[in-house]
């Protein structure tokens, strides 16, 4: 019998049930219900979700159970997106909703629920699609932008802009479309010009998804091909043209939806006609799926999705690399940095334990750890952290960006355990990993203090209880060896074993 895996999700606007299996060409969904429920117009409205909703989402939630055991499902994820994680009581809805229905439910960050959105996504498209595209995924409350480039993620940002934050924002101007659609439009003119920052040129391509997008899709008559909805550029700016001048009731009426969704459905209408504007092609493409169909692929087809992970990891290096342009202009250092950390990464696997996921945060850290500087040199290491805590870099969510920032705030002088700030405001689990990688990255950076490519070649191997740097060169590492020796203690105390910095002459 194959392995069958349902995934219950709580989105803003519904429950959704997918229950799918392994099939030859991806992931057959054997079950596909959604039943509305607008938690996130209470998490807006008042903050908080009510217990009103709160029962009908564990009834909803028990029915799921009861389809899934139906099918033989013994394995049940339950996630929830952004009603449940902006809400000042999540931790007391996450609680009971575990007693009441007896799954224990994983929040997905802001961040996580666009990785998992943008990968599946990435992985739809074929390589046209990937020479010039603008992908936009619109949740609840936020969306992501990303521009492909030749086949690779080139610049991409998260914004706290979405339909049902918009809806309840002006809700008191609704009934007057007019003026409705007009402080929408002023509004988002700050979002249009944060976009215009790293799109120089029209993309060809535009792809778009979020809660709304199928109810647009229906209403703009879009093909479907191969699982996707290809909607017309001209159909989409007509239906745009059209409900611009209609209230929510008249839209529900006029294309058979609710009223819930109608409200929902104009500011995201006009969110992406914003968009739009910054592609030329004659279609927009929207692939059919939710975060419940990227867990699926995860979960079904793990060589697959390790695969793409992998080459999401790449994208994430280019979106760091893009950043650091942006700060600073020292490349050839950073990429010796890094060359040299991660040579140290690999050496020290047994000493350390940890795996590809870390390799990439020290990856990404070396990169990004001098970007204060651009602020301040004196306090740059402080600086750097609270920059990267703020930035959007493709394919990292909020914890790991937190990593990435201690890891950098600790490059220089400042040991962890030294540091009343950062380091007790990490749990225990964090704070190891991050010495780790900080202890790795401080070796790096001391190899280099120079700032001046000066050797052929740094070989770095383990020989019993000690790592041996040797690095190769005719000039004179008197600097490098005082930087070494001055920064190897936060190694030495995390690993347990000396470390040695060599030179090898060479002519």
């Known amino acids: 019998m194959k392995k069958c895996i349902a995934v219950i999700e709580i989105a803003s606007n519904e429950l959704r049930l997918k229950i799918g299996e392994k099939g030859q060409e991806g992931v057959k969904i054997l079950e596909a219900i959604s039943n509305p429920l607008a938690l996130g117009r209470d998490t807006f409205h008042s903050g908080m979700i009510s217990f009103d909703s709160l029962e009908k989402a564990a009834d909803i939630i028990n029915g799921y159970k009861a389809v899934a055991k139906d099918y033989g499902v013994k394995d049940i994820i339950a996630v929830a997106t952004t009603a449940v994680r902006e809400s000042k009581n999540k931790d007391f809805v996450l609680d009971q909703l575990k007693v009441k229905t007896g799954l224990d439910l994983r929040v997905i960050d802001d961040t996580q629920e666009k990785i998992y959105i943008n990968k599946i996504t990435t992985a739809t498209l074929g390589q046209e699609e990937m020479n010039s595209t603008l992908i936009a995924h619109l949740g609840s409350g936020n969306i992501s932008i990303y521009v492909l480039k030749d086949g690779n993620v080139v610049g991409g940002q998260n914004i706290r802009i979405g339909a049902l934050r918009i809806s309840e924002l002006f809700d008191d101007y609704r009934e007057n479309t007019a003026s409705y659609v007009q402080i929408i439009k002023e509004y988002l003119v700050p979002f249009q010009d944060a976009i215009s920052n790293f799109i120089s040129e029209k993309l060809q391509n535009f792809v778009i998804s979020g809660n709304e997008i199928e109810t647009i899709s229906r209403i703009c008559k879009a093909k479907i091909k191969n699982g996707t909805n290809i909607i017309s550029r001209d159909s989409f700016m007509e239906v745009y043209k059209s409900?611009?001048?209609?209230?929510?009731?008249?839209?529900?009426?006029?294309?058979?939806?609710?009223?819930?969704?109608?409200?929902?459905?104009?500011?995201?209408?006009?969110?992406?006609?914003?968009?739009?504007?910054?592609?030329?092609?004659?279609?927009?493409?929207?692939?059919?799926?939710?975060?419940?169909?990227?867990?699926?692929?995860?979960?079904?087809?793990?060589?697959?999705?390790?695969?793409?992970?992998?080459?999401?990891?790449?994208?994430?290096?280019?979106?760091?690399?893009?950043?650091?342009?942006?700060?600073?202009?020292?490349?050839?250092?950073?990429?010796?940095?890094?060359?040299?950390?991660?040579?140290?990464?690999?050496?020290?696997?047994?000493?350390?334990?940890?795996?590809?996921?870390?390799?990439?945060?020290?990856?990404?850290?070396?990169?990004?750890?001098?970007?204060?500087?651009?602020?301040?040199?004196?306090?740059?290491?402080?600086?750097?952290?609270?920059?990267?805590?703020?930035?959007?870099?493709?394919?990292?969510?909020?914890?790991?960006?937190?990593?990435?920032?201690?890891?950098?705030?600790?490059?220089?002088?400042?040991?962890?355990?030294?540091?009343?700030?950062?380091?007790?405001?990490?749990?225990?689990?964090?704070?190891?990993?991050?010495?780790?990688?900080s202890a790795i990255l401080k070796l790096a950076n001391s190899v280099h203090s120079s700032h001046n490519r000066k050797f052929d070649d740094v070989n770095v191997k383990v020989s019993g209880n000690q790592l041996i740097i040797t690095v190769s060169t005719y000039k004179n590492i008197d600097l490098e060896k005082w930087s070494f020796n001055k920064n190897k203690q936060l190694f030495e105390d995390v690993y347990g074993i000396k470390t040695v910095l060599n030179k090898r002459s060479v002519m």
């Open 243 to 437: 409900i611009k001048e209609l209230t929510p009731e008249e839209i529900a009426d006029k294309y058979d939806i609710s009223v819930d969704k109608a409200e929902n459905i104009l500011p995201a209408i006009i969110i992406y006609s914003r968009l739009v504007k910054f592609t030329s092609g004659k279609n927009i493409i929207s692939p059919i799926l939710t975060v419940g169909d990227a867990i699926l692929y995860e979960e079904l087809f793990t060589d697959r999705a390790k695969a793409l992970a992998k080459i999401y990891n790449e994208y994430s290096i280019i979106s760091a690399k893009n950043i650091e342009s942006r700060f600073r202009h020292d490349r050839e250092y950073s990429d010796a940095v890094s060359e040299t950390a991660l040579k140290i990464f690999d050496k020290m696997k047994k000493f350390h334990g940890l795996g590809g996921r870390e390799r990439l945060l020290l990856h990404i850290a070396s990169i990004l750890e001098d970007i204060g500087k651009a602020v301040n040199i004196r306090d740059h290491d402080r600086l750097s952290y609270h920059m990267i805590k703020g930035l959007d870099i493709v394919g990292i969510n909020e914890e790991e960006k937190h990593a990435i920032a201690a890891i950098a705030y600790y490059h220089d002088d400042v040991l962890p355990y030294e540091d009343n700030g950062v380091y007790n405001n990490m749990d225990v689990e964090e704070r190891v990993m991050v010495c780790k990688l």
